[in-house]
């Protein structure tokens, strides 16, 4: 997997994830990152999306 930064502010960025397996190369998923000022445990949270 690789994350491609769009934008940044501050402790948020946001941008695309792509793959490397054959089947997965056309995928590009949106992302939103959320950085916490202090160390701790991590959330991810993955929505389905489908194209209009």
Partial sequence: ????IIGE?????WGTLTFDPPL???LQLP???????LPG????IIAGMRPC
């Fill in 9 to 13: 502010i501050s402790t948020l960025s």
């Fill in 1 to 4: 997997m690789h994350k491609h």
């Fill in 24 to 26: 997965l190369a056309d």
């Fill in 31 to 37: 992302y939103f990152d959320i950085q916490a000022p």
């Fill in 41 to 44: 445990p991590k959330l991810a």
